[in-house]
Each structure stands twice: as C-alpha cells, then as structure tokens.
C-alpha cells in the first residue's frame, strides 16, 4: 500500500499526557486561526484544521508534505512546554492520519467512551477552519467524512448507548418511574456539585418543580435561585419528603437524615406510581430500610453503579464493530479518493468520445436522427462502462484486510 | 373452501410469524439487521391481508366470519392487533409489540389450522343485531386483554426496579406512568366496546329472540362484573385509592379470568351461552 504523504495528524490526547501538559498545550477558541495560519506559512502545507478539546488538541494537516517536516510541525507543537515528557505528542501520516481522526470521531478515543461531545466539537473545528479558509477542499472533505463515520458508528452500534455519569443514571432510572417530568415535583437534600449537577438534568428535562434542601441554607438558596427552585430547611423536610415524586439525597453526614419518621404513609400512598428516592450520598442519608416498603422505590450508589457498570459493559462490547465501520469508512474513503483524481482523465476520455462520434458520423454522413440517437446511447453506455472498470479499480487498489490489520496495529498503538 | 381461503389461511401465520420476528428485532436496539426496518410495511400488510382474508370469507359465508370458534379466534388476534397499533403511539417505543404480536401468531396459526374444511354460514350470524353484538364483545374483549398485558408488563418493570435487576425488559420497556395510560387507554376502549356488545345482548334476549336467557349465564355475569372493574380502571387516573401498581393487579386478574372464561366456555362445546 503505497503511504500517502499529503496528509499528517499532528496531536496530543488523555492517552499520552496528563491534564497538566494537555491544558498547556491546548489551542483556546480566540488562538485557534492564528495558530492556523502560522502553519500554513510552513512548506507544503496547504490546509490545517485544529481541534482542541479539554482531552485532546490535533492538528490536522494536509499538503505536500514531507516526514521531515511533520516531524519538526510536531516538534514545534510540543516545545511549549519545556519538560514535555517523551511520547506525549505523536503524529500520525497518510492512511494512519485517516485511520486515527475517524477513531476520534466514533468516541472509539476518548476517555468516556463512545461519547458524543467529540462530534459536535469536529463540526465546530472544521467550520472555524473553513470560517478562516484553513480548511478546504480535501481537509473539508476528510472532516465531513469523519462526521458521517461518527454519526454512523453511533447508528448501527450501541457506542453512544447508555449513560456513564451517576447524575445521568439517577435521572435515567427515576425516568423509568415518572416518564414526563413536567408533572414531576423533585426535591433535592444538598446543593454541592452533585445536587447542582442533577438539578441541571432535572431542569433540562423540564421537571415541574425543584427544592433545595441543604444544612447551609444560603447555599441551597443560590441554587434555587440558579434553577428557578424553592429551598426547605432540612428540619422541615417531613412536611414536604412524602408529597415529591422524586427525592434526591447527595449530601455529607455520617448517620441517615430521612428515615421511616419522616414519611407520611397516608401522603405516600396518594402518588400514582411509587416516589422515587435515590440515595447518591456515601455514607447514606437514606436509611436502607425503607427499600423494604412497597409505596416507594429507594435506590442508592450501588445500584446507580450497577447500572453505569452495564452500560459501560455494553460499549465496551461494540468497540469490534465500531472498528470494522472505521475500517470499512476509511477504505471508502480513499476509493472515493482515488477516483476523483481520475477526473480530469474522465473529462478528457468523455469529450474524446464525444468528439470521435461526431467525427465517424460525419464521415458517414449520417444525418438520420434515429442512427445519430443510437450512435448518442451507444457512446454513453461505453462511456459509463469504462466509468465503472474505474471505480472497480479504484476500489481494488485497496485491500480492506490490509487496511483492517493496519487498523489494527494503529489501534494497538492508540 | 376456496383457494383463496386455504392459500390466506397458510399466508396469514408466516405473515404474523414475520412480523413477530421483525418486532422482536426492536428489542436488538441499533445491532438489528437493516430488514428489521420493514416492520411497518409488514404490520400494514399483516393489516390488509387480515381484511382481505375476513373479506374472502365473508363473501363465501354470506356474513362477517365470527359464528365458528376458530373465526373468532382469528377474528380477536385481527383486534387484538388493530387495537394495539391504535395504542402504541401512546408508548414511544415499538418493544412491547414483540409480545402481541407473538400472540396474534398463535392465535391465527391455532385458527388456521383448527378451521373446518367445509365452510357452514350461520343463520344467526345473518342478523345485524347479533354481528353488532359479538363484534363489541370481542373487541372489547381484545382490548380487556391487551389492558392486562400492559398491566403485567408494568408489573415485572416494577419487580425489575424493586429487586435491581436491570436488564433487557428494563432497557427497553416504556416507563410505569406510560403503561399506566396505556393500560388505562385499552381499559376504556374494551369498557366503551362492553357497553354496546352487553347491553345490546340484554336488550335482544329480553327481545325476545333467545330461550331460558339467565343474568347467572356463565359469559352474561362474568361480563358484567368486567365492565364494571374495567369501567373503574379506565378512570383510575382520576381515583387517588387506586395507584398504577393497584390497578395493574387487577387488570392482570380481570384479564386472567377472561382468559379463562373464554377457553372454558369457547373451544369444548363451541358456543358463547349456556341459553339457545
């Protein structure tokens, strides 16, 4: 297979650096055409396309470039950050480069994975490039092919199936109950990072009612006041505990806060389905016993990481697949490449064709519009037939199990 | 029997066993093949077949196919079917079909293999009071049992979410507040339907036009206490004494005893009342 050397991928990820040198070698939004043109200014290089996201920056080069070169681009990537420690930043040529930004977009390499972030961030990559006319022609066509592959990959796998943030879970399972959430009154007991970030699902979600109930009650005021809640005082919480159809505990204590004296049986049994309580707090803040009643469901950790564990379990499952449509894309990728280099010889061969009938019937001196419309069809059918042998040869070229062992070791490496 | 007949009566179950098989796919999630997508143009030819084979017989009958067993089982899976694809946009979901349509199979399979080979037209069946009768009954009946299978689906989605096992059914089944409505929808359906089919049948038999008629008719009492319990759960949503988990048991119940009834009373002696 002979190695394209008009394409690089120049980068560095969560799988080669820290956090740390990630974040100082990270290309923010305002820099990001700047930083562009800097690269176009270098020999051969006619296109570049940045990514930057907080697990990865690459660079995406196209041109006619030499090892030599993608070698010192990377070089210079990396050099501002002095003590950058060995095989943080990697590049990638031709068919790898190819190989490697389609893995990118199938979440096949991110930290999370299979997720969907990354999509959405290539797209506001590429039309920042094509915004500063970085991205263009083939890098625009490579792009847009790596988005089709991602939304593909997350079509036909369970990739992108199932949440892997506890938050999510717990919204995920309490939808399993409720359904709608705009007849759904939650209550949430702590306003710290993990109430905030539920009350955020909640509110994505449309929940009809949010109250803040935390020990600090400027705390659970600012929240309510960000969410458009209303707060309770945690000493008040039986008076309002038994009419939510959702409670949410994710607070700091050492013995439970909600216990059997706090549920009202009469107030529980007047729900439709049974009142969700999800314990996200270690230790917990629910006492385990209520699982034991029937006019309520009481979930905690465990079983919020049961559930992550299974969707992370079925991802996982999919990598295979989502491999073989990375292989499979990229193979059709390069034939719809080889092919359109032969299109200035399949112009030249349609106009030679066109001509030579002309020529024979004129020499014929046919002027019989039946003969001339055959002459027409028969041109066009032989025309379409070396068309084909074309595309078949373009696709020849290239052995998928050839392009599948690459994938492999690229994978490998990864 | 025509060809017609025999060639609809072979066709219909490989179609339903078809699209019992392209329902089930629903449950593969995106790793179903590319054929599952044919689903709905196979429920719509499920659809027109069914009719064209109700069609075929009714005109060699002289009437609506529904005085023989067997036409009545056929005729129940046909409503069974129609009514759930009414209800399904209720659950945003196709994955509960799997399970009716597997029973629509059943039921055309035992239809078309137990029919008859000659077919007999009923005098009965000419009149337009009975057909009016009987075919309330059995659609209200189709929706009775649908309501006690979505009941039970909610059952075992709120076992898996007591006992933590969050599998298959958990992925893919709707939530218990949409198999609560649904269940609630086909409750009023069949309740709407059992209005008409009991209370035409009362009016007709005390008409005059049925021998030794008895409210104690093993299909005459059991009907009305269904259309009372049905009646109360098609308004549960409106009753607070009556949560999702309540009136899933006893539609689960009714739709048993239903079940029940109607092999007892149906398939040993072929007919409906005790009463001539």
Partial sequence: MAELLDLALIGVSHRTAEAATREKLSIPPDNQAEYAQRLLVAPGVRECCVLSTCNRTELLVGGELERELVERLAAEFGARVPDLPGGAVYHHLGIDAILHLFRVSAGLDSQVLGESQILAQIKDAQAKGKESGATAGVLFGLVEHAIAVGKRVRAETKLGEGTLSVASAAIELAGKVIGGFDDCDALIVGAGETGLLVAQHLKDREVRSLTFSNRTMARAEEAAAKFGGTVLALDQLRDRLSDCHLVLACVDVFEPIITKSHLDKARLRRHREPPMFIDLSLPRAIDPALRDRDDLLLHDLDDLESIVARHRASRESEVVQAGRIVVEETHKYLALRTYASFKPVIADLATRFMALRDQVLAEQGVSDPGARKLADQLTKRLLDEALKQLKDGARRTLSEERLERRYRSHSDRS | MTAAVQALQVLLPVVYMALTLLYGMELAGPRAPKWARWRRGTTAFAVLLHLGYGAVLSTELGHLPIAHPWQVVSFLGFSILGLYLLI?????????????????????????????????????????????????????????????????????????????????????????????????????????????????????????????????????????????????????????????????????????????????????????????
């Avoid at chain 2, 979901?93 to 008859?116: H, K, R």
């Avoid at chain 2, 049992?145 to 009941?151: D, K, N, P, T, V």
């Avoid at chain 2, 009907?223 to 009753?239: D, M, P």
């Fill in chain 2, 88 to 276: 399904e946009p209720l659950a945003k979901t196709p994955a509960t079909g799997a399970f009716v349509v597997l029973a629509v199979f059943v039921m055309q399979l035992m239809a078309s293999a137990l029919a008859p080979l000659q077919l007999v037209a009923s005098p009965l069946a000419q009149s337009r009071f009975f057909v009016v009768h009987i075919v309330s009954a059995l659609l209200a009946v189709a929706a009775l049992l649908l309501s006690g299978f979505f009941s039970g689906l909610y059952l075992v989605l709120l076992r898996q979410l007591r006992r933590r096992t969050f599998g298959v059914l958990y992925a893919k089944l709707p939530d218990l507040e949409r198999l609560s409505k649904m269940n609630r929808a086909a409750a009023a359906v069949g309740f709407l339907f059992l209005t008409v089919g009991l209370n035409l049948g009362i009016w007709w038999a005390h008409e005059g036009a049925v021998r030794n008629f008895s409210y104690l008719d093993p299909k005459v009492w059991p009907a009305i206490v269904l259309w009372l319990v049905f009646g109360v759960i098609s308004v549960s949503g409106f009753l607070r004494f009556l949560s999702g988990r309540r009136a899933a048991w006893i539609a689960v119940v009714a739709a048993s005893l239903l079940l029940l009834s109607l092999g007892v009373s149906l398939v040993p002696r072929g007919a409906f009342h005790v009463f001539r």
